[in-house]
């Protein structure tokens, strides 16, 4: 990341507070935190990465938390549409395209451990987690419950053996029609559920914290694999 020219203390200039340094701040807290989880890095830490005066952080953000909440907002809306842009370049059957879908969570999460924990467990940084939905509620609320649109109709399609088209935003997804399709809801759900045990069990740190060896070294295998189940599981619906 290129570095900033250091200021002097003392609270910025209006003058002198440019979008590079905003966006700086943000991109340094979520390598971060990715890397080391939130309680581990503090804003002096981030600053001097960045190379940005620690002024910057309240006069842009308010507060400590604050940076944290506008970086997780920044980073979960990237891992939607990661998560998306995988399933929209990658081969396009029914099946393939859920693969994608999981597999790009996944590997997301294992690549992002400290931020997997935060939407995964956001108890474990509660003020964050809250500030996050109050202030950014358009990525929190909206583009969250898009992503599960998103997986519903991946589920049907695998169900169908179709693949329907999904060029819908936050605020025009067919709701009430994905919702009435009470199967799929529940199937998508225990997708989503078992796609959280999976990226937890990918995402043990850079350090393969506490990971069988021999489990690490057939991770490809077995991920295929429990996604397979998945999909075969998806498919018995279309008998009843």
């Known amino acids: 990341m290129p570095k900033h020219n250091r200021r002097g203390p003392g609270r910025p200039k209006s003058d002198t507070i440019e979008v590079p340094i905003r966006e700086a701040l943000i991109r ?3 390598a971060q935190v990715a890397e080391e989880g939130p309680l581990a890095i503090s804003a002096r830490q981030v600053c001097l990465s960045a ?3 620690y002024a910057a952080v309240n006069y842009n953000f ?7 909440a506008a970086a997780g907002a920044t980073a979960y809306s990237e891992y939607l549409d990661e998560i998306w842009d995988a399933v929209s370049l990658g081969p396009q059957t029914p099946d393939e395209r859920l693969r994608s879908f999981i597999m790009a969570q996944a590997l997301w999460n294992k690549r992002m451990p400290g931020w997997g924990a935060v939407f995964t467990y956001p108890v474990s940084a509660l003020e964050i987690a809250t500030l996050m939905r109050a202030n950014f509620p358009e990525i929190m609320v909206d583009k969250f419950q898009l992503n599960l649109a998103r997986i519903a109709q991946l589920t049907i399609d695998v169900r169908e053996q ?10 025009d997804f067919p709701k009430e029609k ?8 529940a199937r998508s759900t225990s997708i989503g559920w078992s796609i959280m045990g999976m990226s ?4 043990r740190g ?4 506490n990971q069988v060896e021999d489990a690490s070294q057939m991770q490809d295998m077995l991920m295929n694999f429990h996604i397979s189940e998945l999909i075969r599981s ?7």
């Open 62 to 68: 308010e507060t400590w938390n604050g940076l944290l």
């Open 200 to 203: 937890t069990w990918l995402a």
């Open 162 to 171: 179709s693949v329907t088209p999904f060029p819908y935003g936050p605020k």
């Open 51 to 53: 190379g940005v005066a």
């Open 178 to 185: 994905l919702m009435n399709d009470t199967r799929a809801v």
């Open 206 to 209: 850079t350090q393969g914290i």
């Open 28 to 30: 340094e807290t979520i």
């Open 234 to 240: 998806i498919k018995l619906d279309s008998d009843n």
